[in-house]
């Protein structure tokens, strides 16, 4: 599987824009790009994914970078809610047909401070 | 809440005991994915099964067996447990098992061996 590398942790100002970055230098041409979340004491949850084009939900943006070796996931106005420890995944045909599962790194520590 | 159900939430049990986890996927969701998260080892793939089949296997240690019922609730049993085996254990569920499926996660099981 290709690797993610993520700032072990961030912080910013509630009501204030994160970006959140990730590289993956050796991204291949089929891997798509996931975020999840995991908030304290939780189970982990989707936040956003994409391929090549940057992308927008009601949760973040996806940030994408041309050569697809990094990305950011920006989050436009942080809330106390969104503390929580963000994970980069390449998602890919790993392990064989039918094997697809979730391959989590460190991920970021992200804190908010009110 | 993600529709994904685990019980129990808490297990404190003794060094050599076997111990069973329970999933329920969210409704119509075929496919179950289990993961376990200990301080050291993060978030790691243990094991997945399709519509009561087995998919796939990730760092399951063989002390450690799942299935998936006709109901498509999946249970893991752990055995022989030892103190290393504590740590949180998460299920998760998708409607199929393609690559780019959301995957939706139960609050999990705490287990603590004592």
């Known amino acids: 599987d290709a690797k993610t590398t993520q700032p072990n942790s961030m912080e910013s100002n509630e009501e204030e824009p994160v970006h959140l970055p990730c590289n993956h230098s050796?991204?291949?041409?089929?891997?798509?790009i996931h975020w999840y979340r995991q908030l304290p004491s939780q189970g982990p949850e989707y936040v956003i994914h994409?391929?090549?084009s940057n992308v927008n939900n009601r949760m973040a943006s996806l940030a994408i970078a041309e050569d697809r070796k990094s990305s950011t996931l920006i989050l436009h106005r942080a809330t106390l809610r969104d503390a929580a420890v963000y994970y980069c995944?390449?998602?890919?045909?790993?392990?064989?047909?039918?094997?697809?599962?979730?391959?989590f790194g460190k991920g970021t520590k992200l804190s908010v401070i009110p | 809440d993600s529709g994904v159900t685990q019980t129990p939430k808490h297990l404190i049990t003794a060094t050599g005991q076997r111990v069973t986890l329970r999933c329920s996927p969210r409704?119509?969701?075929?496919?179950v994915y289990w993961y376990q998260q200990s301080l050291d080892q993060g978030l790691q793939f243990l094991i997945q099964?399709?519509?009561?089949?087995?998919?796939a296997k990730g760092n399951i240690l063989e002390r450690f067996s799942a299935q998936q019922f006709p109901d498509l609730h999946s249970e893991l049993n752990l055995s022989s447990l030892e103190l290393g085996d504590s740590a949180l254990y998460f299920c998760?569920?998708?409607?199929?098992?393609?690559?780019?499926?959301?995957?939706?996660f139960g609050p999990g099981t705490r287990l603590l061996v004592l």
């Open positions: 998760a569920s998708s409607p199929e098992t393609a690559r780019l499926e959301t995957q939706y």
């Open positions: 050796t991204i291949s041409g089929t891997d798509y």
């Open positions: 994409g391929l090549t």
């Open positions: 995944i390449l998602r890919g045909q790993a392990g064989g047909a039918g094997s697809y599962q979730l391959t």
């Open positions: 409704s119509g969701d075929l496919s």
């Open positions: 099964y399709y519509n009561g089949e087995e998919r």
